[in-house]
């Protein structure tokens, strides 16, 4: 059944948004900003659940692309997203019936919501990532047969770029990444428009929901004074995103971030209180695998999130300092994002790890610590 | 009056190219072997002078873009530049009624020829730089206030990217470079699409008739046995070109050369038999300032080209080469593109460089060496 989101539900799912970014995604503060301004001007936005889309409507996703670094800096006017829309429609010949995001985490679970309340168009509830991932062909559009091209690109001056390379997208992100960084880091993307039939073959569903939820789990938490961490767990179970691993609780101690290629890259070091034990976390915008002790225990595409321990505030690789106490925990993906085909394009070593991938679940079984609670 | 350009007269046009490409351009080398092969399968093309094309017409001027010293390695298969036309012809919702050369000197006097042997097309004598320049906004179309999106761009390997910056001509450049470096340093383009009447108030005109007078001036003298370098100056004397001065005769004693950000960039450095003197010419794809002694005796947007001696064959900065003996000749450009809003676009300082214009039949009279003919 479709449903409306309001204003007053935008800072829990921004909340749940940013643990699903997995430490990037881009702060969805911004995001949120601009979308409760669209709201208040056009009203609330109307979510379709996937099930009720019609198999032939046309479905565009709208998303933010950049370095989440540069995210925080320069702060969009809030057309932009809209402008890769209408390019993207002027291309297809052909009006969306919706959006959707490419991503559940961080900022892009807001982007369609502000082109949504924007043009009056419903957003569809679900994502192409069940996450957050730094590249264009890591979505599940892509890896189970979706084109990206023709996408559009726009820029904060009005331009626009219209890139296909047909059924390559890896090109495609290739050359949107360069059009990207020629726009000062961050641009606006339309991409990967679908029938409604793809997007229900292709998408990871009801994922807006999911990160409401979780959202709404640590708020619930915090006003009642018990454990955040409990509370995400809680509206996980439910879920396809239903194993929750705590990986490791101690402070951070080192960061090393450096933008790069368009990216943020780098990694933060964690210790225990004990100082006995340490955690590992290399990031490209996103966590990527989570080392304890020398041992992996998490790696991508579960997701590994960073969180204040006493709030349970989830924390983004460019929000890390020096001290910071933290819960540090992994969360099993779907399984359509487990499938061999799926860890071909945003498994370990699309990210150059020289690891296998291997659920959360066993890893966790596998190399459990007795100081750590599951 | 229009007329036919057949393989036979490819080469002398490839020379006289290779002179007005100052340096830069790329070699026409590979331009003409493809041109040559095109025109034994299709037929020769159709030139139309300028003052014959219809005001209602459309023209699409096609190039190659990118560093001539990834040019020379990286061989195209020879239906790039006709899809950059046909993209843009899509994006416009029109056929183009001729094409044109952006720039009449290098590479790109034989991409158009290209296109128009492999469509049918004619190809107008005219362009839109008189010479060669490094980047898309240096044309006297963006000068005389043609907009050059929306521009298309075409890889090897069917990509196209449209670029639409309104009538940001830099923009569209800046983006459009960044699009090159990411398909290897080369890519083809279509650009400042325009009418006939456009091309008549903003073209350089019958500057492919310049290339090929050129060529066979050169030619001629050398199966005469007569100065090359007097057969051009009375090829140029009747043209919009027609001061030439001899700047230096000397060796090649050094020549430093870097790509970077898409583009050759250096200097190469020239001293004469006695020793002496020296010349220091700095070039960023083109050559952009020759400097005897100390003192500017050429700058762009006047051309300076180094000539073999001997055989007066132009010499491209890749093509440069310890010991070679060469002469250095500075030629006028025409009036049009030394008006204050031209050199506003391509006068030295857009290159960074730290001197006004000044003609080159003065600054020669004014620093005239003793030991120089003129």
């Given amino acids: 059944m479709s449903w409306e989101l309001g204003p007053g539900q935008l800072q829990d799912l921004a909340r749940g948004a940013a643990l699903l970014g997995t430490g990037g995604g881009g702060d969805p503060f911004i995001g949120r900003l601009l979308v409760e301004h ?26 933010q692309m950049g370095a989440p670094t540069v995210v925080v800096e320069k702060i969009p006017q809030g057309s932009e997203p809209e402008s890769a829309l209408r390019a993207l429609e002027a291309q297809l010949g052909r009006s969306a019936d919706a959006t959707m995001p490419i991503e559940c985490g961080g900022i892009n679970s807001m982007i369609p919501l502000l082109v949504a309340a924007r043009t009056g168009l419903p957003v569809v509830d679900a994502d192409g990532m069940g996450r957050a991932f730094p590249e264009l062909q890591m979505e599940t559009f892509s890896v189970y047969g979706v084109s990206g091209s023709p996408m559009t690109v726009a820029g904060e001056s009005q331009e626009t770029v219209v890139i296909n390379c047909g059924q390559d997208n890896p090109r495609m992100e290739w050359l949107a990444r360069g059009i990207t960084i020629r726009l000062g880091g961050v641009a606006y993307i339309a991409e990967y428009s679908m029938t409604g039939r793809q997007m229900k073959e292709t998408a990871v569903p009801r994922t807006l929901s999911l990160a409401l939820s979780v959202g709404k789990a640590i708020s619930t938490a915090r006003g009642a004074n018990t454990d955040p961490i409990e509370g995400v767990r809680g509206a996980l179970a439910p879920t396809l995103y239903n194993q929750l691993r705590i990986l490791f609780q101690g402070k951070v101690t080192d960061v090393e971030r450096r933008t790069v290629e368009g990216f943020a890259r780098g ?15 290399q990031f490209q915008n996103e966590n990527l695998v989570a080392i304890v002790d020398g041992e992996v225990r998490c790696v991508v595409p579960d997701l590994i999130c960073v969180l204040e321990s006493d709030s349970g505030e989830p924390i983004t690789t460019e929000g890390l300092r020096y001290g910071q106490r933290v819960t540090v925990i992994g969360i099993s993906t779907p399984k359509m994002m487990r499938t061999p085909a799926a860890l071909n394009v945003f498994g370990p070593q699309s990210f150059g790890l020289d690891y296998s991938f291997e659920p959360v679940e066993s890893l966790s079984e596998r190399t459990r610590k007795p100081s750590l609670s599951t």
């Avoid at 669209?38 to 996703?61: F, K, N, S, W, Y």
């Fill in 267 to 281: 990694r933060a070091t964690f210790s225990d209180f004990t100082g006995e034990h340490n955690l590992q976390v």
């Fill in 38 to 63: 669209a709201m208040r001007e056009h009203g609330p936005v109307t979510v379709l659940d996937p099930d009720e889309v019609d198999d032939d409507a046309l479905i565009v996703p709208t998303a």
